[in-house]
């Protein structure tokens, strides 16, 4: 391997090597722009999440800084922003839940042992270039499952907002339990809880128009419109200190370790990774997907590329970072991302900027949040997952297709009734399923020519000539084992009444493979064919697929022939006239 080998084949797996070469001093300003205002916005996410995922605070730090750095060393993307989310925080907390009890050292170290599992399963997906499994996961699915969880977010902190016991990983169990204790529910927790939410909702929609309306420049109102939660963070932790209340019952933050991210050891052993391994298998594919779907829109608006299986490695390398410095598993968020693209980040070092202020918060802030009420960190929660609700999906659904409607529907019932990890095992069964329903009914069209033209269309949607001893047959799908035997019960249906046929002209514009299973209904097709009298032929087969067709016996025993393009075909079988040489060229 050459010197020139060696370089290109770093800089496949190390993109830094190639953005990090023209870095300029322009983009040095707006990355620094960029990291101050996320790293604004991802201090009080990044403390909530770790409590919704059943952590203590500092767990949502640590998960925030080594893992940017190597994401930013080993990602495609110039804007996405990694580091912990909503949905990935709730599946390990009904992840590790299973294996440990919240609060005990066990529980942290499930939790280290869940972001290296997740990140040793992306790595590999990386370096295997299995990124294309995502593409299991119907977007109608992935909806139905967010809308889902960020139902059960918002529902789980709910207790915070109250000051009450309740616990439950699905909605019927979380509705139970805060039913049962709300008479313990503490006044003063929800007058803090109630007054952060509805701050926070009105910061969303109308602090920016305010603050331009007072004639404050955009690019302030927007920063000030981003540090919305920090306002709240610091408002109601100052409240609670001044006023006593963390004797009076309201639950806080407490000390949070004054330092940089330690490092940790996960426990590998043969019990607890069999235990964790299909909740780090979902986490990881559920991450991916909500990563590489925000990363590749990002991308998309200033007409760049991402690679999604590098994307894999990068994913995987921040999750290994995470569970070796005190986190917890991450992946790319879509709030954060958009801030950050928004901001005016121009290359990954945005993000290794952010890191290095959340360093920084690490190392001198955290003393400030002891007073910290848990309330406003659900209150951040809620009003971040809200937005993950659409339930318009159903609606949309619905009216395009049956089918996806009851695949979110059955989704979101799944998820909420029994819990985030049947809800995205079923949707990724479901997803599977969706389509080999949908292939194994092809659509399948009895074609003609269109008069005066080369081109066949279907016969019931067009007025097209057609032969009665010449039956065309369009496939519109590649022809594997769920729909083989479709095609051959089709073929047969259609020609046992119809003496007039001689023959059939199966057109394979549309089929991209034929598998084995297709092959041998193939071979009995010609067969049944010919014990009727009938000829099988076949048109327009594409390249890869004659190739292998030619690897087998059935092109040697097919009783028709192979054509071109249907044009000839139709000249042939039906006697019609050749076109004239002049109008063949035009065309």
Request: glycine share 8%; hydrophobic share 55%; aromatic share 8%.
């Amino acid at each position: 391997m050459t010197r020139t080998d060696i370089l290109a084949l770093a800089k496949r797996y190390v993109p830094v090597l190639d953005w990090g070469r023209s870095y300029t001093r322009d983009a040095f300003q707006n990355d620094l722009l960029a990291a101050v205002i996320v790293t604004i916005m991802l201090i009080p996410q990044s403390l909530a999440y770790a409590l919704l995922a059943g952590l203590p605070p500092e767990a949502g730090l640590y998960a925030s800084i080594l893992p940017i750095v190597l994401y930013a060393i080993f990602g495609t993307s110039r804007a996405l922003a990694v580091g912990p989310v909503a949905v990935v925080s709730l599946m390990t907390a009904a992840a590790i839940g299973q294996v440990a009890e919240q609060g005990t050292a066990g529980y942290a170290v499930a939790a280290l042992t869940l972001a290296v599992l997740s990140g040793g399963i992306l790595l590999a997906m990386g370096l295997l270039k299995l990124g294309f499994l995502a593409n299991f996961l119907s977007h109608p699915v992935i909806a139905g499952f967010i809308t889902a969880s960020g139902i059960l977010i918002a529902a789980s902190q709910v207790r915070y907002i109250l000051g009450i016991d309740a616990h439950g990983h699905t909605l019927p169990e979380v509705l139970y339990t805060l039913n049962e204790n709300m008479n313990d529910a503490d006044p003063v927790t929800i007058a803090l809880g109630l007054g952060a939410l509805g701050f926070l909702f009105w910061v969303r929609k109308g602090l920016k128009p305010l603050l331009l309306r007072m004639g404050v420049r955009p690019r302030l109102a927007d920063i000030a419109q981003k540090a919305g939660p920090v306002g709240a963070v610091v408002v109601t932790t100052l409240i609670v200190w001044a006023f006593g209340l963390a004797e009076q019952g309201v639950a806080i933050v407490g000390a949070v370790p004054q330092s940089l991210p330690p490092l940790t050891m996960p426990d590998l052993s043969a019990d607890l990774v069999s235990a964790l391994f299909v909740p780090a298998l979902l986490i990881s594919v559920i991450g991916f997907v909500e990563s590489v779907s925000v990363a590749q829109t990002l991308a998309a608006k200033k007409r760049q590329r991402i690679d999604p299986d590098q994307e894999l490695i990068g994913l995987g390398a921040a999750n290994l970072g995470a569970g070796f410095t005190g986190g917890y598993p991450v992946t790319g968020g879509f709030a954060r991302s958009v801030v950050n693209f928004d901001a005016g980040a121009e290359t990954p070092a945005a993000g290794a900027y952010t890191a290095v202020g959340l360093a920084i918060a690490a190392l001198a802030l955290t003393p400030l949040i002891f007073f910290l009420p848990k309330a406003t960190l659900a209150a951040t929660i809620i009003v971040a997952v809200l937005s993950l609700v659409d339930f318009s999906i159903l609606k949309t659904s619905w009216g395009y297709s049956k089918a996806d409607f009851a695949a979110v529907a059955a989704t979101i019932l799944l998820t909420l009734g029994m819990g985030v990890e049947t809800g995205v095992t079923a949707g990724v069964l479901l997803s599977i399923l969706l389509h080999l329903y949908k292939t194994s009914k092809p659509h399948v069209a009895e074609v003609g020519l269109v008069p005066g033209t080369q081109h066949f269309r279907n016969i019931h949607r067009h007025a097209v000539d057609t032969d009665p001893a010449v039956l065309t047959i369009r496939i519109d799908e590649s022809l594997y084992f769920p729909n083989a035997r479709f095609l051959e019960d089709y073929v047969l249906n259609r020609v046992a009444g119809d003496k007039a046929v001689k023959h059939v002209v199966l057109m394979c514009s549309a089929v991209n493979v034929i598998d084995f299973s297709a092959l041998e209904a193939l071979e009995a097709l010609n067969l049944r064919l010919k014990d009727m009298g009938i000829t099988l032929h076949l048109s327009e087969v594409k390249g890869p697929v004659m190739d292998r067709l030619q690897r087998s016996h059935f092109l040697h025993d097919l009783t028709g022939r192979v054509f071109l393009a249907q044009f000839d075909a139709w000249v042939a079988l039906t006697q019609a006239p050749a076109p004239e040489p002049e109008r063949q060229a035009a065309e």
